[in-house]
């Protein structure tokens, strides 16, 4: 019965499981790998699976041979709304969850997954179950990647042990944090949300009414330097440089 479980999360049958976790079946049963039926629904998007599982008490926290949990395992699959549904329920009952979800991927030196928790609003300074931040682990492994990425997202670094970080590189990473400013391309009127730019030069035009520059041959990057030429290549939440000049850069977050 323990197999017909983790087959139904596996297939997407919520109606099955239903009646398998109404007969009172373990909804944290575990395959081989320490998989429960919660991991392998969320990893595979099945929302009314999770759900299901959700009401019938399975514990949200558990942790397969690999170290992740559910959340984990939804957000690096993809699953935008599986992850929502799992950190509001995980939030309330563990209020550290944030935390140990940045600090996971911060030891892991994982960016992509980082940026997706971020996109997700976690609070970047949040602690994790030893009263860690990322950017403080990310600093002691010298993870010069991670620590840029959390520097310009707002990490605060003065808890950080930065005897094995460069300081040249963070005080670099301190500057180019404070010389930004965020810049929403969304026209707002009265707080309401009117229209989006366009175009791309519809949005460094925006940007110099915004601060005052002459931005027509401006260049828009992303977060790795890459230049944005069409507005259809940005995404939510994703972060952009209006850069005026190889040393001036203007950050904006894009809703």
Same mark, same amino acid.
């Given at each position: ?51 299901? +599982? &959700?009401? !019938? #008490?399975? =514990?949200?926290?558990?942790? $397969?041979?690999? *170290?992740? @949990? %559910?959340?984990?395992? /939804? ?41 997706? +928790? &971020?996109? !997700? #609003?976690? =609070?970047?300074?949040?602690? $994790?179950?030893? *009263?860690? @931040? %990322?950017?403080?682990? /990310? ?117």
């Amino acid at each position: 019965m323990a197999f017909n479980l983790l087959t139904a999360a596996s297939a997407g049958n919520a109606a099955f499981l239903e009646e398998l976790l109404r007969a009172k079946l373990d909804p944290d049963i575990g395959d081989s790998k320490g998989r429960t039926p919660l991991h392998i629904a969320a990893s595979k998007g099945h929302e009314d699976c999770v759900l299901a +599982l &959700l009401r !019938h #008490g399975c =514990n949200i926290h558990l942790r $397969d041979v690999n *170290g992740n @949990t %559910a959340l984990w395992e /939804a957000l690096s699959s993809k699953h935008q709304s599986v992850f929502r549904i799992l950190y509001h329920f995980a939030n309330v009952s563990d209020p550290q969850t944030a935390g140990d979800l940045l600090c996971t991927a911060a030891k892991r030196n994982d960016l992509t997954m980082m940026k997706e +928790l &971020l996109k !997700h #609003g976690l =609070n970047v300074d949040s602690k $994790d179950r030893q *009263g860690k @931040t %990322a950017v403080q682990i /990310a600093i002691a492994q010298n993870y010069v990647g991670m620590v840029d990425l959390l520097v310009m997202n707002g990490a605060d670094v003065s808890a950080a042990n930065r005897s094995e970080f460069s300081s040249t590189a963070l005080k670099e990473m301190m500057q180019k944090r404070e010389i930004g400013h965020r810049l929403q391309c969304q026209i707002l009127e009265s707080g309401r949300l009117i229209r989006l730019p366009n175009s791309i030069e519809e949005l460094k035009s925006i940007a110099g009414e915004k601060f005052r520059f002459d931005a027509r041959n401006a260049i828009v990057t992303d977060e790795e330097g890459s230049e944005i030429d069409s507005i259809e290549v940005i995404r939510d939440n994703d972060k952009l440089f209006i850069v005026e000049d190889p040393n001036s850069f203007i950050t904006k977050d894009y809703w």
